[in-house]
């Protein structure tokens, strides 16, 4: 049996198997251990240098997309919450991501200006090119432009000619490496907030992660290092620039990360979980309504200034219960696979000792923490009294649940529910 990757928050590795029967069960790609085959791909883009206001290359740059209201140059001022939606400027960056895509429709659905910052080649390995992510983003400005680069994104921000009034950020490393973590949950949410701030931003909604309050993984670090800054510059906001204020949303586990079983077990083959199967669970969200409570985070006062974990409605759903759903709904006998959890602490330990000595496979090393993680871990909210995870203690939000989704999937397929480039996230 060689051990593979899967998707979290799930039921975390996928499999290579091979019964004794010589039954043979392929799961996933061998992710986090590609690296040992190949070199690691890292993809570079070339992002143009925006100029000032009025230099074609800017005019080229900064794009307003189809079926859009001109975006409303106003005084910002830290009462924007008192303005109409129209005369409202949102920043989004992170809009490409699977649920910045969403933030952004719904943002616009609701009247704002919504400012789209995106990258020339954006999606899953970059395989969207400019006119793919105008239509996608349809309804906001866009800005393309590099968030990994606050001198870029202001250059590109000021070419817009317009203040902000609240920025949203959908940031997230699209493999979970350790440096990319870094780079992009950290460094360029950062750079978001501080080009945020310059252009008047007085509220910044950051799309974090429940998960965060066990944090054990680089990116959940990242993320940490950023919400304590967030707070912070909250709490230290200078006569100079208008009070900052902050939502910090933690979602429990989304769709596309429950989803990676449903084609394999529609082919007649076993769902796969670790342990029992009841070793972790989740009250999956869906993109549209986690959109929907991100929105509603840009104008309620009740959810300013705090930390908002959310999962989609009912009950927490164990790997075990996400099975029996998807083969009832196939109208399929349930067929199981259970692995023991120690199979992915014998793989950790060997990817951790081999990083000792090929410092090039921290990633692989890492890639398997996350999937060991999302295996045992529930994504809930954790009991402070008893340390441990509550369904109930989890609220609640929207009205899309995971067996209607099931359901879509097993009749529409897989479109849009991609992982990213590690099928991890
Ligand atoms: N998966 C889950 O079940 C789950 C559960 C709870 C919370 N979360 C959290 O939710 C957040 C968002 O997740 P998601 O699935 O929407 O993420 P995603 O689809 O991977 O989107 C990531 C976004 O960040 C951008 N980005 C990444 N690297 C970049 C770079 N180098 N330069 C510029 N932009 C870059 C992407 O732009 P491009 O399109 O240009 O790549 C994209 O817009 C993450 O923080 C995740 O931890 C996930």
């Known amino acids: 049996m060689s051990l593979v990757f899967l998707p979290p928050p799930s039921n975390a590795l996928h499999f290579h198997y091979h019964t004794s029967n010589n039954n ?8 986090f251990i590609s690296p040992l085959l190949n070199a690691p791909q890292t993809h570079h883009y ?6 000032r206001p009025t230099t074609p290359n800017l005019i080229h740059s900064i794009i307003k997309a189809s079926n859009q209201s001109p975006a409303t140059t106003t005084t910002t001022t830290s009462s924007f919450r008192n303005k109409s939606p129209k005369d409202i400027n949102i920043l989004v960056v992170g809009s490409t991501g699977y649920i910045g895509r969403f933030v952004v429709r719904e943002l616009s659905a609701r009247g704002f200006n919504v400012v789209s910052v995106a990258r020339e080649r954006s999606g899953i390995r970059g395989r969207n ?4 992510t105008l239509r996608d983003l349809s309804g906001s400005t866009v800005c393309f432009s590099d968030v990994t680069d606050a001198e870029a994104l202001d250059r590109s921000l000021a070419g817009l000619g317009l203040p902000i009034d609240a920025a949203v950020c959908c940031l997230a490393s699209r493999n979970g490496g350790i440096k990319d973590s870094w780079n992009i949950d950290y460094a360029a949410t950062k750079n978001s907030l501080t080009v945020a701030r310059r252009f008047g931003a007085s509220h910044f909604v950051l799309l974090s992660a429940i998960c965060v309050q066990k944090p054990v993984l680089q990116f959940q670090r990242a993320k940490l290092k950023f919400e304590a ?5 909250s709490s230290s906001s200078s006569s100079s620039s208008p009070p ?6 933690r979602p429990t586990a989304f769709f596309k990360s429950l989803a990676g079983q449903v084609d394999l077990v529609k082919d007649g083959k076993p769902y796969v979980m670790f342990g029992d199967g009841k070793l972790c669970a989740c009250k999956p969200i869906s993109e549209e309504d986690l959109a929907k409570f991100i929105a509603d985070c840009v104008l309620d006062e009740d959810k300013m200034n705090k930390i908002l974990p959310v999962g989609g409605p009912g009950k927490a759903l164990t ?4 099975g029996e759903m998807l083969f009832r709904l196939l109208g399929k006998k349930p067929k199981f696979l259970k692995v023991p959890i120690g199979v992915m602490d014998f793989a950790i330990a060997l990817l951790d000792s081999l990083t000792k000595v090929f410092p090039a496979l921290e990633d692989a090393a890492e890639f398997g923490k996350i999937g060991r993680y999302y295996a045992a871990e529930s994504m809930l909210l954790l009991d402070p009294q008893t340390g441990e995870y ?7 939000y929207g009205t ?3 067996e209607d989704f099931f359901q879509r999937v097993i009749k529409e397929g897989m479109a849009g529910q991609e992982l990213g480039e590690q099928t991890i996230f």
């Not at 043979?24 to 992710?31: E, V, Y």
């Not at 090119?129 to 793919?132: I, T």
């Open 229 to 233: 800054e967030l707070i912070s510059s």
């Open 24 to 31: 043979h069960l392929l799961l996933h790609l061998p992710s």
């Open 46 to 51: 070339h992002y143009p240098r925006l100029r």
């Open 390 to 396: 509550s369904s109930e203690m989890t609220p609640s």
């Open 129 to 132: 090119d400019r006119e793919k």
């Open 319 to 322: 790997p075990l219960e996400q």
């Open 244 to 249: 900052l204020t902050y939502s910090i949303v």
């Open 400 to 402: 899309d649940t995971l």
